[in-house]
């Protein structure tokens, strides 16, 4: 059975945003599927494990529908590949992250020329979310509820007690 035009978005998701949410609705709404792909990350200290983070990109794809989250390590090329995906999906909110998700890009193409990769803005209202800030101010003990689904907000504030 087909699944028709497969796309992967590939990411840490530490954790996963409401910027990354909005991406995945949009893209849900462009592709027959979308793959949520949480890297490994073993050269990154991660402050949610692999499995948390495949679960709260999990709840995600539950909300969605046409959305499945899977693990993956290595060149992301190869993950898309063997997944039978088509494009490749990255956000970008703003030059700076555009120029590198160019250059990244570029050289997908020369590794695999079949795949496509596309490059969705989020919302305005959530340009300026990264999971980075988002980490940042929750362990500061910030208001983040605006930028996170409400699972990821309690699972950040458990982190936070946890300390």
């Given amino acids: 059975m087909s699944r028709g035009v497969i796309a992967v978005y590939p990411g840490t998701f530490d954790p996963i945003t409401l910027g990354h ?4 609705r949009r893209a849900a709404g462009l592709f027959d ?3 949520i792909a949480v890297a490994i990350a073993h050269h990154k200290k991660t402050l949610f494990t692999l499995d948390e983070r495949l679960a709260l990109a999990g709840d995600l794809a539950q909300r969605v ?4 989250v899977q693990p993956f390590e290595g060149l992301v090329k190869d993950f898309v590949i063997k997944q039978g995906g088509k494009v490749m999906v990255r956000g970008v909110r703003g030059v700076t992250d555009f120029d590198y998700e160019y250059q990244l890009a570029g050289m997908n193409r020369n ?3 079949d795949i496509e990769t596309i490059f969705l803005t989020p919302a305005a209202a959530l340009q300026s979310v990264s999971s980075t800030l988002i980490r940042e101010i929750s362990q500061l003990g910030g208001d983040v509820a605006p930028y996170v689904s409400p699972l990821v907000l309690q699972r950040l504030q458990e982190k936070v007690r946890a300390r």
Wanted: overall charge negative.
């Fill in 111 to 113: 590794l695999a020329p």
């Fill in 33 to 35: 599927h979308v793959i």
């Fill in 21 to 24: 949410e909005d991406i995945v």
């Fill in 65 to 68: 529908g046409n959305v499945s």
